[in-house]
């Protein structure tokens, strides 16, 4: 079983910069691929980054490119997002979540590819 805790978000100007991190439980975190997703009010839960257990391989939905980073300290269990020139589209809650331990050490932009979920972050970007 993994525990994702994510914190950082809050309210930012557009044009602004914001840090989400996600803490994972357990000692197999290096074994397994992360990724973020997020949920806007009234829309489907969508992709937005993810990275392989290495950390060497990431990828982006297309709205993000080169304004969102990711990456992950395996040593301390713990994935970041970081996210530059946000735009009021930004706005939704952002949830990090694991693949499995087992058989899901790439990365990957399919929401059922990934098993564990945390409880989500609000990003609110005001214009």
């Known amino acids: 079983q993994v525990q994702l805790v994510e914190s950082g978000g809050g309210l930012v100007q557009a044009g602004g910069s914001l840090r989400l991190s996600c803490a994972a439980s357990?000692?197999?975190?290096?074994?397994?691929?992360m990724g973020w997703f997020r949920q806007a009010p009234g829309k489907e839960r969508e992709f937005v980054a993810t990275?392989?257990?290495?950390?060497?391989?990431?990828y982006y939905a297309i709205s993000v490119e080169g304004r969102f980073t990711i990456s992950r300290d395996n040593a301390k269990n713990t994935v970041v997002l970081r996210m530059n020139s946000l735009k009021p589209d930004d706005t939704a809650v952002y949830y990090c979540?694991?693949?499995?331990?087992?058989?899901?050490?790439?990365?990957?932009?399919?929401?059922?590819?990934?098993?564990?979920w945390g409880r989500g972050a609000q990003v609110t970007v005001s214009s």
């Open positions: 990275i392989d257990w290495s950390g060497a391989t990431t």
């Open positions: 357990g000692r197999t975190f290096s074994s397994y691929g």
């Open positions: 979540a694991a693949r499995s331990p087992s058989n899901g050490a790439r990365a990957s932009s399919k929401k059922n590819d990934y098993v564990y």
